[in-house]
């Protein structure tokens, strides 16, 4: 039996929930915190092809790791806040867009343990694992070489890719099913060096909601070489959106030896920050894509902030990639709890 190895992030940091995000001209409150990581364990330990394992990367390697990818400036910056007073640092804002989120010491330190999660599943990736799949917040696709925005301080997908670069597994397709833009991912795999002769390293694909508001108007996608950015308008109908999930990864799958799969929830019906109307059930579809195109499979959380379906959600992906085989909770779209 196909098996999900589950990795939990380490939550002795003291929960960093998120403060505030700017949407438009408001400030909203915040709606990343522990919560969710609860709520997605809860939803995919339900399986019983799931196991659950502990974050177990080491200090060094989440260090060598962020240095690789984000710029030694931005990381000193946020190594020097101290405490929980909030701050805005505009000069990390992403380039061409006005700061969204502001940074403490407590989120800083919750988001290196999202990298650590990250790349500790990708270490189970490179040990063997077909599937796994990193419960780790805060989502990292909007953090760039040297910027923040949309709760994402520090990039976990990338560093999920980086992992598998340096084992030995390339290239690597990137799969961004969050309702938004990565712009942060597109940002950081542009840097990394390619493969002589070969291509690029990393391939990204990114399906997504219109209008793209995470990077500067009149800013064109793709960006990279190989890139797909595929921005619906409106909320797509569910079998025209994994019509293009499956040309995705096939076509990843095909020219990829691993698929990193940064995983947002926010396209549910329903989501605070979402716009999409989604079902549970899309996620097992989803997984069932994953699950049958013959790559190892490492899931990176995003987004996703519908606290009453993140464990239908994930239970539902999990279902579909495990091929639901031996699940006594088949009925996925049942177990949402309605408002
Ligand atoms: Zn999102």
Redesign the pocket.
Known sequence: MSELVMVEQRRESGGGASLWIREGDERVPGRDSDARLTALRTGLARHPGVRALDADAADATVARTLGALHDPSYLEALDRLEGEEPVVMPEFAPPGLEPDIPVNAALVAVAREGVRTAISAAQRTLAGAEFTYAVCRP?GHHAGPAFHAGYCYLNNAAAAVLTLLGGGLAPVGVLDL???YPNGTSALLDRLPGRIGAGPAAVLHSLHAAPVTNVPAGAVLPRLAGERALAFEGTPDADAYLAEVAASVAELAAGAAAVVVSL?Y?TVRGDP?GSWSLEPEAYARIGALLGACGRPICIVQ??GYALDALAACAHAFAAGLLGDRGCPFPAHAAERTTT
């Open positions: 989502p969050d309702l938004h947002g926010d920050h995003e987004g």
